[in-house]
């Protein structure tokens, strides 16, 4: 594997042919990733993820995202069909964290997500309304 594209989030540790172990960390308001991958020569017999086949350096492979870890595994199959690199990636998309204020009436309930970076940090917010 020549290389491993997110539309979200940044692979730990970097990408290296070398490390089959990955993990990623999103935000929650980050609720679908697109996932690609390039072999290193283009002898590959085949290239999947989650057992959909992928074209080296063309494919995206989009995915759902759940609260929580998310498993995806990369497979290169060589050219003799029998020698393989698989590759694991880990992302975890971050639970929304919940503010409640209670008063007699009305209940807000507050809902931060906070995002990271390239040098602050943000947060998203939402807040419900509720009467009783």
Known sequence: ??????????????????????????????TQINISATVLDNTAQSLTLNSTTLISGISVYTAVLSVDDNVFVITAVAQDGVNTSTYRIVINRARCKILVILSLIPVVVFCFSQQFGASFDSFNFFFFFFFF
């Open 1 to 30: 594997m020549s290389n491993i594209q997110l539309s979200s989030g940044t692979l730990t540790p970097s990408f290296s042919s070398s490390v089959f172990q990955y993990t990623v960390s999103v935000p929650n308001s980050v």
